[in-house]
Every structure is written in C-alpha cells, then in structure tokens.
DNA sequence: TTCATTTCTTATCCTACATCAATGCGTTAT
DNA sequence: ATAACGCATTGATGTAGGATAAGAAATGAA
C-alpha cells in the first residue's frame, strides 16, 4: 500500500521502520485515474503527494485559456502546492494524473510530525525545498536565456524517461512552446545528427 | 551600523533586543560601491546578505554573453544564492551593488543560530524560504504565459518604487527582453492611456 | 475489423520581439 | 565649456516561434 513510500522513506530520509509505522496511521492513499484531478485551480491545497506509481502533472490556465505545464511527478516524487498548503490561498494550478497513478496523501502536519519522530526527516525535507528553488532558478534562467531547441536539449537530458513515456504537446507545453514547434526542432535535431554521422 | 537590520528583525522575526545582541557578534557589515560584486559566477556563495541601505541585483550571463537578471534587492532584503551556499557548489550568478550599498553579512550558521535563541525566527525564515518559492512559481508561469507588455505591467505594479530607480534596461533584462523592445512597450502603453482619457 | 479520437507532422503565412544602426540627451570627467 | 560615455528612443530589417489548416499515424473503442 505505502510499499514504495516507506522503501522511500527509510533510504533517503533515514527512517526506521518502527519510525515509519509511527507515522503511517496518519497516511491515506488514493488511485486516480487517467485525466481525473488532485486539485484544481481556486482550490486550496491541502496535502503533500506522494506518487507510489504512476505520473502527474501539475499546469496552469492562462488568461487566454492556454495551458503550462509546471511540473511532471513520475513515480517517487513528491507533488504539491507548497504556497497554497503553508499560505492558505488558493491555489494557482491543476494537479491531474496522466497515467493511472497511485499517491500516498500526506496531510499538512505530516512533515512536523516525522521531523519530531525523527530529526533527519526534517533535513531531509530542507534538502527537498532547496533542490526545489534550484530547479525553479534553473528554469527562469532557461526561460531568459535559451532557445527552444536548448531548452528541449536540455529536457530530454535532464528527464530521458519522461521524454518518452509523456505525449510531445506536454513536453511543449512544459518548455514553452508549440507542439507544431516542438515537432520543428525535433526535426532540425534529427536531421543534424543523420548528417554529423 | 546593523541599524535597519535590528529594527527589521525585532519586528518582523520577533526578536528581542536582547537577543538580536546575542547574535550581533556574528555579523559583519561591508559597504559595496556602485558596480562592486559581493559574488561572482563560478564562485560559492558562502553568505546571505540584507541590504541596510541601497540597491543591489543579481544576475547571470548565458552561453551567448547575453545577462538575465534574476532579483532585485532593495532596502531591507535578504538576498543570497541559497543553493550555492546549502549544497556548497559554485554560484551560475552574479551579485552587483547597483548603487552605493551597504550590507550586513550573514554567515552560512547564523540561520540557525537565531532560531536556538528564538525559534520564531526559524518561522520567519521559512516564511521568507515558502515567498521565495512562490514568487519564483509566479515567474516561471508568467515567463510562459504572459507578453512583453503583461510582464511590464506586472512588474511595475509589483515594483513600482524600482521601476523608477533602476535603469530600463535592467529592468528589460528582468522581463527577458531587449531595452529597445521595453521601449516600444512603453510607447505602446502611453499611447494607450492617453487615448482612454 | 472499422470507425473515432488523439497525437504528430508538414506547409504556409503571420507576429512579437530581436538585431543593427543612427540620433539625441543627460551626466560625469577633463 | 566640451568631450565622452551611458542610456533611451526610433527606424529598418530579420527571425524564431505562433496560428491555422490539413493530412498521416497512432491509439483506442465498439
């Protein structure tokens, strides 16, 4: 049930299981299905996500009705709107699976509760939310700076197992751009590896 | 001296003049002359800084020499490169006084020192670390969603005192676009408003 | 299997913004 | 004063990526 999320826990955050018992009378877990919703805009967020199995992903709707992909969340990563949760506001985004997707619902306190448990889970959890501004700096920066062919490069580096399993328009959609381009610099890319070889 | 510092902490971290004596020891202060870095790009960022007095920004310069300017830090702001200094790397930014400016530097510990005295201020911090995140969310999203013009518009609505103290390509640099585009922006808009009256 | 829906590609045209170049105008330095 | 520099504006031209449309390919459903 919280199979993964306790393998999880016990590597990277340093828990024991006696620990991790403590803590998982708090937890619930939750299948949704394909297109259904963990949150959606104007909610408020209430919990942290956990996915056991499968893939999210978190957009926005602009004002003229386009959608940007904020985040994807593959099997053990950790999802939420951490504004919305520790602001109380509501939030700006949608939280829906794209695949079938089994999350293990962490609620406000959780975090609080394993870091008296256990003080490592607290650095744990800070080493989490600094990862998090890095890769937010890091793609303001791409954002500025790069093109939408250095921007694909680099996503495909960065997450060669989404590349695959996530429909193009959602890779577009995530840097920035069309599909119609997207499907552009995938075939200048192609066409210049085929001659460089 | 820490002047602005101490009143900033007293007040907005709830610290007693006491305690806030108790840390004094540890910091230093350092006046920075306009265009003087307080970080490099390849260098490790091994302070936060809080600007007592003046302007600071921070920015870095991509593959094609082009700067993006990643922050601002006016009067009473914290601003470091927390990912520099948490995972000890090297900085992909620079930190430049933009005026005569006069910092208080804080030293990679002081964070968690001020929250042994006062655990209200480890509150306040993570106020400050959960803004941090939301602000760079709301950028990502607008980066991806939003014009030249929304983005301006948002700007100097966000940042109206900047909007006139900082040079307009600066601010150009911030919104991801040429000074010259800004320009043609603003024309735009004055034109605008001056039609609707 | 067949029909329908979603995704990807390709082609054409279009637009927001970039690039380049010239001009003017404050500010600072001599 | 005047030279020199940084900054903002304007105009002419270029270009990456958007919009639209239509067809091919893949997926899925009956």
Redesign the interface.
Known sequence: MFENFKIYLIEKAGLTEEEFNQLSPTLQTKVVSKGDFLLKQGEICQHSFFVEKGLLRSY?I???G?E?I?QFAPQNWFISD??SV??NEPS?FFMEAIEETSVVILNKNFITLASEINPSFGQYN?VL??N???Q??????Q????SAEMRYLNFIQLYPDLTLRVPQWMIASYL?ITPESLSRVRKELASKNFKSK
């Open positions: 926005s602009d004002l003229t386009k940007h904020i951490r504004s520790y602001f700006d800070e939310l600094q998090h501004i890095r937010l700096q890091k793609r303001v920066n954002l500025l700076g790069a920035g």
